[in-house]
T-cell receptor
Framework: ETGVTQTPRHLVMGMTNKKSLKCEQH?????MYWYKQSAKKPLELMFV???????ENNSVPSRFSPECPNSSHLFLHLHTLQPEDSALYLC??????????????FGEGSRLTVL | KQEVTQIPAALSVPEGENLVLNCSFT??????LQWFRQDPGKGLTSLLL?????REQTSGRLNASLDKSSGRSTLYIAASQPGDSATYLC???????????FGSGTQLTVLP
């Protein structure tokens, strides 16, 4: 138990569906992140929120839409995805300092399959 | 641009062996380095975080060292057990989340 909870753990969707991934952290951290992990590739940073404000968008396609209503919750809204978007989506949180991202704590991930 | 390399990509050892996993990075201007463990289909579990001012960190059978000048970190696992089988990733931290760069990992198998 890392203090970061992701739901659902598994999701299968068609290319025309709309779905959302949810992340909740119970660690009192001020920053939350979405990462994408594809087979045989290093983790890719997608979005960063610091105190609910988006501070990084790593050139992610608009079919991925993040939402951070408060410092404890983070969503990733998905629509009109492509099969190549199938991956493990990981949420993380940290207590950011002035100069560093801080130690990252990850959730268990949401395994997404796009048919 | 920071590049992080982990060698070997895969490692298989018999139970009880002491082993070393390697992580190298190209830009020595880092703030910290973090080692993670990932079990198949699961998220990442933080093992050790070393600040740039530190040389090493220890937790149980794990010891991580950092040599900024040479751009290297090692994760030492003592008396390995089958339960240690997982993929181990290192991540090098700069001044922002964008500068947190992950290696591709070393897949460790400890044979009973």
């Amino acid at each position: 138990e890392t203090g970061v909870t992701q739901t659902p753990r598994h999701l299968v969707m068609g290319m025309t569906n709309k779905k959302s991934l949810k992340c909740e952290q119970h660690l009192g951290h001020n920053a939350m992140y979405w990462y994408k992990q594809s087979a045989k590739k290093p983790l890719e940073l997608m979005f960063v929120y610091n105190f609910k404000e988006q501070t990084e968008n790593n050139s992610v396609p608009s079919r991925f839409s993040p939402e951070c209503p408060n410092s404890s919750h983070l969503f990733l809204h998905l629509h009109t995805l492509q099969p190549e978007d199938s991956a493990l989506y990981l949420c993380a949180s940290s207590q950011r300092g002035i100069q560093t991202a801080g130690e990252l704590f990850f959730g268990e991930g949401s395994r997404l399959t796009v048919l | 641009k920071q590049e992080v390399t982990q060698i070997p990509a895969a490692l298989s050892v018999p139970e009880g062996e002491n082993l070393v996993l390697n992580c190298s990075f190209t830009d020595s201007a880092i703030y910290n380095l973090q080692w993670f463990r990932q079990d198949p289909g699961k998220g990442l579990t933080s093992l050790l975080l070393i600040q740039s001012s530190q040389r090493e960190q220890t937790s149980g059978r794990l010891n991580a060292s950092l040599d900024k000048s040479s751009g290297r970190s090692t994760l030492y696992i003592a008396a390995s057990q089958p339960g240690d089988s997982a993929t181990y990733l290192c991540a090098v931290g700069g001044g922002s989340a964008r500068q947190l760069t992950f290696g591709s990992g070393t897949q460790l198998t400890v044979l009973p």
